[in-house]
T-cell receptor, first 114, second 112 residues
Framework: GESVGLHLPTLSVQEGDNSIINCAYSNSASDYFIWYKQESGKGPQFIIDIRSNMDKRQGQRVTVLLNKTVKHLSLQIAATQPGDSAVYFCAEIRPNNAGNMLTFGGGTRLMVKP | KAGVTQTPRYLIKTRGQQVTLSCSPISGHRSVSWYQQTPGQGLQFLFEYFSETQRNKGNFPGRFSGRQFSNSRSEMNVSTLELGDSALYLC???????????FGEGSWLTVV
């Protein structure tokens, strides 16, 4: 079935290095994507979003890249810090009649080593 | 500006009971969605309400229901609780379709 999936369940990086978290989606008609960060015991925190008419968007220390040709999404975190340790989810909104129904990937756990 | 607020944060219920969870969206947001998060199934969409009307519904049994009030606050109810209903229930709000969606901290439900 159609799904949003992640390539790696766990990513371990050294503090100060850059992190790249990947996500694949299968519905080529999906038009809005969001990355969330979830720390233990907390709800998902919005990081950055991107619409299908863009291929790159930058925030503070984060960049999201969208490759519609291969239906791939990535989140890049620059100068990764211990506070970045969390589970990261990509989510897509598939076009339908209306509304905000997010379909989530399985998540990637980012571990930052000091 | 206050974020999405969910109550209660933690609760324990017995099989067969019912539970009601509450969500207050960000001020001005009219769309409220509910998600269930479990280790085995991940984050799954339950339903979405907009202007007191259910706009989208996920693949959950009829024991799961919700509603939205005129002030955009929402409640979800689970009747005849089963052990498998133990999960983190998350509420999310947005101003309208296609805009940024923000989550609350969730309600942790344990069914014993």
């Amino acid at each position: 079935g159609e799904s949003v999936g992640l390539h790696l369940p766990t990513l371990s990086v050294q503090e100060g290095d850059n992190s790249i978290i990947n996500c694949a989606y299968s519905n080529s008609a999906s038009d809005y994507f969001i990355w969330y960060k979830q720390e233990s015991g907390k709800g998902p925190q919005f990081i950055i979003d991107i619409r299908s008419n863009m291929d790159k968007r930058q925030g503070q220390r984060v960049t999201v890249l969208l490759n519609k040709t291969v239906k791939h999404l990535s989140l890049q975190i620059a100068a990764t810090q211990p506070g970045d340790s969390a589970v990261y989810f990509c989510a897509e909104i598939r076009p339908n009649n209306a509304g905000n129904m997010l379909t989530f990937g399985g998540g990637t756990r980012l571990m930052v080593k000091p | 500006k206050a974020g999405v607020t969910q109550t209660p944060r933690y609760l324990i219920k017995t099989r067969g009971q019912q539970v009601t969870l509450s969500c207050s969206p960000i001020s001005g947001h009219r769309s409220v969605s509910w998600y269930q998060q479990t280790p085995g199934q991940g984050l799954q969409f339950l339903f979405e309400y907009f202007s007191e009307t259910q706009r989208n519904k996920g693949n959950f049994p009829g024991r799961f229901s919700g509603r939205q009030f005129s002030n955009s606050r929402s409640e979800m109810n689970v009747s005849t609780l089963e052990l498998g209903d133990s999960a983190l229930y998350l509420c999310a709000s947005s101003s309208s379709g296609g805009n940024t969606i923000y989550f609350g901290e969730g309600s942790w439900l344990t069914v014993v």
